[in-house]
């Protein structure tokens, strides 16, 4: 079965610095669209960070220039470097990727989300 394990979130000061990891795993054949999602407390899901199909970035406004998306594609694993935390930034962060993998017969090709990863700031 496809996985998709956040991991690196924690509580800190404004200011401070977090980097959260995930790691897919599965017998994946392809990873797409792979990127970051958060959901405070009474909102909407939003993006964060997202590598596209074509191998670009796409950042939230409210997060660039503060936060950087990476991936280790040897590993199958995306980071979140998240800079100058704010208690704006208060959520819980979700990995999500478009992933491919290998069936009996064929392949089959869905949308994976983690469980995700709780980053509280404090003031």
């Known amino acids: 079965q496809v996985q998709l394990v956040e991991s690196g979130g924690g509580l800190v000061q404004a200011g401070g610095s977090l980097r959260l990891s995930c790691e897919v795993s599965g017998d994946i054949l392809t990873v797409d669209d792979i990127g970051w999602y958060r959901q405070a407390p009474g909102t909407q899901r939003e993006l964060v960070a997202a590598?596209?199909?074509?191998?670009?970035?796409n950042y939230a406004d409210s997060v660039k220039g503060r936060f950087t998306i990476s991936r280790e594609n040897a590993k199958n694993t995306v980071y979140l470097q998240m800079n100058n935390l704010t208690p704006e930034d208060t959520a819980v962060y979700y990995c999500?990727?478009?992933?491919?993998?290998?069936?009996?017969?064929?392949?089959?090709?869905?949308?994976?989300w983690g469980q995700g990863t709780q980053v509280t700031v404090s003031s």
């Open positions: 999500s990727g478009h992933i491919t993998i290998a069936q009996p017969v064929g392949t089959i090709g869905n949308d994976y």
């Open positions: 590598f596209t199909t074509d191998g670009r970035t």
